[in-house]
């Protein structure tokens, strides 16, 4: 889908001619929001942009260890 | 037992839908059966019940009201929690990407895909600003309007000293970027503050 953006007739968003998906930048809209809100409602949302998943990388058809991925909006 | 295992099963799941939400789905006009699973079902284990199938758990499409409904019904949902649901207002302005696109009840079905901006609910003499980071809306034939937004927060919320830091700061990172990426996150970034000030102000 996203491929050489000259090529295609569509005028795409600068945003996916540079690469990126939809939902990347959804959610850098949503957190760059979040980031310009007032005291009592930024903590709440700070809750909001925490992602916890464990991603496992596969070698020869055998996953491998899982690592665990807690990400809270510092990173 | 076993005979009756498979309805009661559907019985216990059944009880727990929630009922009630105008959400217009895309499901056809008539409830349907699946009738071919419904025949293959009975070859195989003609004892039992065939369980239903999720397309006639789906409540039919509501017709197209054959005139124009005098209001619009609204639902806002986030992520995290449902803004409007079934809410009957007289009109809503969208901030498409092609505009602040204004609503009303009668609207040719449309789907806009959503840009930073201020989403503002108009009912008889009040009105709800809300400013949305990015979603899309759904319009359909019967007047019922289905917003969907990441984030969402009234115009109050927001603080306008963060704003103005945040702009300065994304134009100047606009100047400085030396990637296609790091470009349009700058780009993205002054978007969002810009139409923050604009919401903020108007």
Known sequence: ?75 | MYRQASRLLIRALGGGRPVGRAFSTDAPAVPVEDSTFVEAWKKVAPNLEPPKTPLSFMKPRPPTPSSIPSKLTVNFVLPYQSEISNKEVDMIIVPATTGQMGVLPGHVATIAELKPGVLSVHDGNEVTKYFVSSGFAFIHANSITDVVAVEAVPVDHIDPSLVQKGLADFTQKLSSAATDLEKAEAQIGVDVHSALNAALSG
């Open chain 1, 1 to 75: 889908m996203a491929s050489a953006a000259a090529g295609s007739s569509a005028a795409v968003p600068f945003w996916r001619a540079a690469g990126m998906t939809y939902i990347t930048y959804s959610n850098i809209c949503a957190s760059l929001v979040r980031s310009c809100l007032k005291e009592p409602y930024k903590s709440e949302a700070a809750s909001r942009e925490k992602v916890h998943f464990a991603i496992s990388k596969w070698a020869d058809g055998k996953p491998e260890k899982p690592t665990v991925r807690s990400d809270s909006p510092e990173e």
